[in-house]
């Protein structure tokens, strides 16, 4: 992407995805003037917009801003993609609300979500002589659509194909063929469509699919008859389906982490 279309997009995206913030101050930017919440001022000179909430950057020799999770900015003043992630991972929601800044996407019962109510649920049993303890509990995701789960078989993190649910499996018993099987998920729905980006975006990237983007969709959960605003907890959807209600548009970012941080089974 050149310089050029990137402003140009970090414009487009400024424009549509910031609603007024009310009664907040300007600031002082050298000359400039502008809202904390929409830019970010280095060296009492440059100012960055901010997509998403995460902030992009000056790239400086461009004159241009980027955003670093999703480009590198070389000492020649060329952005270039941030290469593909190839170890353990956790996932962090990042989106115009505060309540989805920074929130660590859990998994529980099948689902990835993030909220209050998200719970981030894990088994062990010292049965077979599995040493419990030398787990942790938190959400690791691997690249190649694996859970960071330790059971014999493997629990896989996937996007369901018809809604754009983002879940996961439980543990599928040893070499059960997981591909191309609507019941069982598989390469498809996983790793192959999603781009994960070293300390960087997380992107849902189906071939062919007009929804190619870099944002999700966080969508509040209503629990079986529970009020919508009982349930502090929204569920991640990839943007297959172009009308959802109760959702807001989020940026996934991955951040590399130890093998160890992950557990024996997700629940
Ligand atoms: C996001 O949250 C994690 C802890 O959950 C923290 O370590 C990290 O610094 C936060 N990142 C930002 C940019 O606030
Ligand atoms: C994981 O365990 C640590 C230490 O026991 C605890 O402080 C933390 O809240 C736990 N995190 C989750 C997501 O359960
Ligand atoms: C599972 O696959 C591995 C590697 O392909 C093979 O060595 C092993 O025999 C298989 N096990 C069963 C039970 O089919
Ligand atoms: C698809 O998944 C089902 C349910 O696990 C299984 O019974 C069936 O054998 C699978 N088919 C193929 C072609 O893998």
Request: proline share 6%.
């Amino acid at each position: 992407m050149s310089i050029r279309t990137l402003l140009t997009a970090l414009a487009a995206a400024t424009t549509l995805l910031f609603p007024l913030i009310l009664a907040e101050e300007r600031q002082k930017c050298g000359e400039a003037s502008y809202f904390p919440s929409e830019q970010t001022c280095y060296n009492d000179k440059t100012l960055c917009p901010k997509q998403y909430s995460l902030p992009s950057r000056p790239c400086a020799g461009s004159g241009g801003c980027y955003l670093p999770q999703e480009y590198t900015c070389g000492d020649d003043g060329i952005l270039r993609d941030l290469p593909d992630a190839t170890g353990p991972f956790t996932l962090a929601v990042w989106g115009e609300r505060f309540a989805y800044r920074n929130q660590t996407i859990k998994a529980c019962g099948g689902y990835l979500a993030i909220g209050a109510n998200a719970r981030q649920c894990h088994a062990c049993t010292a049965a077979g002589g599995t040493n419990c303890g030398s787990y942790k509990n938190a959400t690791v995701f691997l690249p190649d659509g694996k859970m960071n789960a330790a059971v014999p078989g493997h629990q896989y993190w996937f996007v369901d194909p018809s809604t754009g649910l983002l879940q996961y499996t439980e543990a599928l018993p040893r070499n059960a063929s997981i591909g191309w099987n609507t019941t069982v998920p598989s390469q498809e729905f996983a790793g192959l469509n999603v781009k994960v980006k070293q300390n960087g975006l997380f992107i849902w990237d189906k071939e062919g699919s007009s929804y190619t983007n870099h944002w999700w969709f966080a969508c509040l959960v209503t629990l079986p008859g529970g009020a919508v605003s009982t349930a502090r907890s929204w569920r991640i959807y990839a943007p297959i389906i172009s009308e959802l209600n109760g959702c807001e548009l989020v940026r996934i970012v991955a951040t590399a982490v130890d093998k160890s941080y992950g557990v024996y089974k997700y629940s």
